[in-house]
């Protein structure tokens, strides 16, 4: 949806133009009338043109002279009085007015022109190379600033830009002037950035809400391919498998446990927009795994104190200490063991994690929340990350190509945070993710691990959590099912994804 740009205040130099315009068309028009009120049948009589001379050279006596043969004149029957006169001269101000702008070849154009941020780049930068001015520029940007914060505008912006132009004066193609009117952006869905030209030639900025309608759809399905090929064969979004995962992620393994067959359920949240399309997808309310062993159930829940979370039917959080695997999409290539023939060494050694086999650039999670005790180059780990968590444990990711932003000895994680990226730096053999949980300075296997659960509700939660969870299954019932040709018509903000 374009943002728009008709409110537009009109400038002072614009309407001067105008007004000088009109005026010179209605100067020639009052020419053209005169002259032809001259030329037209003048009354005839039989002085001569001498005689008449004559008259007009003679000196007037008095006025009483004047008055008595202008009285004679008005009784004389023999003057003839002039015709009805009709001018073909199109007096209609509207059009008079449309004929003076579109007649003239060196009025301003306003265009709209299209630009992307790259990479590095700025919008002071961006409007240069659109030739505006860099005063109005200035006075451009310091009017957006009131709205929107400029360090939050990404690489890939789509910037519209309102620019007047006026062509040279002998009519080519080369402008020479160059104006900006305005310019708008959308930030995500929700919100549009306008800044626009004021009669003072000033600029204001506006930020305006979308409205949404709030919609619950259900995705349900098997497993043929894959959780997030078929979750969005069944009208999923990229944006609520990844939330699908986060959720699951702590009571199924995504490398091993995953079967043709199995089978999930998912009730989750989209905003629709005034035109009845999908703007976007919110939050999972209900998501259900049922593969081998006893069903995966989580509803969520909202406590009194504002704390959100997943729970199981009978009020157990989902939320473990630590993720089982803090890496998506990836295949167990090695276990952990305490004697494995090295590949590159040769030679039996303990082996005290466990590899996540995934192309170089994968996102790395933090398994849980804590603080990065290192995050540099370490040996044959090459690029390497350890984690301080609650209750003595600690995590370690090896081989990384490298870090996040903002991630370094000291520094604070949430537990599904990205830290670095999959790569093969150290002693290694191909892209993997050498992943290790120690328990009290002691190694222990992850994918065996009995992890302390999240935030337990206590006795007065418990009843206004069964109340929530009874009114999710009731709408679950009632829900439509969600259609893969309903996608969101912009990705969410923050990811990305849909």
């Known amino acids: ?195 626009a030209r004021t009669w003072d030639d000033n600029y204001r900025a506006r930020e305006t809400h979308a409205t949404f309608e709030r919609e619950l759809v259900r995705a349900t399905g098997e497993i043929n391919t894959s959780l997030y090929v078929d979750a969005l064969n069944a009208g999923a979004t990229d944006r609520v498998v990844v939330e699908l995962a986060g959720v699951l992620g702590y009571a199924i393994d995504f490398q091993r446990s995953i079967q043709p067959g199995d089978g999930f359920d998912i009730l989750f949240e989209r905003m629709i927009d005034d035109e009845g399309d999908v703007a976007r997808t919110g939050d999972i309310l209900y998501a259900r795994y049922a593969g081998r062993g006893e069903p995966k159930e989580f509803f969520r829940f909202e406590t009194p104190d504002g704390i959100v979370g997943y729970y199981t039917a009978d009020g157990a959080s989902a939320q473990r200490l630590l993720m089982l695997t803090p890496i998506n999409g990836a295949r167990l290539s090695s276990h952990f063991s305490r004697a494995r023939r090295h590949p590159i060494l040769g030679y039996t050694r303990r082996h005290n994690g466990t590899d996540f086999a995934a192309p170089t650039g994968t996102p790395i999670m933090a398994a849980g929340n804590g603080v990065v005790e290192r995050a540099n180059r370490f040996g044959s780990f090459g690029n390497y990350i350890r984690i301080r968590h609650a209750n003595g444990y600690q995590t370690a990711y090896a081989h990384l190509n490298g870090f996040a932003r903002n991630i370094r000895a000291g520094s604070r994680v949430t537990q599904g945070q990205t830290i670095g990226y999959v790569g093969t730096t150290g002693r290694s053999t191909g892209p993997h993710l050498h992943y290790e949980v120690h328990h009290n300075g002691n190694p222990v296997n992850p994918m065996t691990l009995d992890l302390p659960t999240g935030r337990q509700l206590a006795d007065n939660e418990i009843a206004l959590f069964e109340a929530e969870r009874d009114r999710i299954l009731a709408i679950r019932d009632a829900a439509p099912p969600a259609s893969r040709g309903d996608a969101p018509l912009m990705a969410d903000a923050g990811n990305g994804a849909q």
């Open 1 to 195: 949806m374009d943002a728009d740009m008709s409110g537009f205040d009109v400038s002072r130099a614009d309407t001067h133009r105008t007004r000088g315009l009109v005026a010179a068309a209605s100067l020639t028009l009052s020419a053209v009338l005169l002259i032809a009120l001259m030329t037209s049948n003048e009354p005839q009589s039989d002085a001569s043109p001498i005689d008449r001379q004559t008259a007009i050279d003679t000196p007037v006596a008095d006025n009483s002279q004047l008055l008595t043969e202008a009285s004679q004149i008005a009784s004389s029957q023999d003057v003839l009085q002039p015709p009805p006169m009709t001018l073909a001269v199109a007096l209609d101000p509207v059009e008079l007015n449309y004929s003076a702008f579109t007649d003239c070849v060196n009025c301003a154009t306003t265009i709209q022109v299209e630009r992307v941020v790259p990479s590095g780049g700025t919008l002071a930068g961006l409007l240069d190379d659109a030739g505006i001015d860099r005063v109005e520029a200035a006075r451009a940007i310091s009017a957006l600033s009131t709205v929107y914060d400029l360090r939050r505008l990404p690489v890939g912006e789509r910037i519209r830009l309102y620019v007047e132009t006026t062509p040279d004066a002998e009519g080519g193609d080369e402008a020479s002037a160059v104006r900006l009117n305005g310019l708008s952006f959308r930030p995500d869905v929700e919100r549009s950035i306008t800044v």
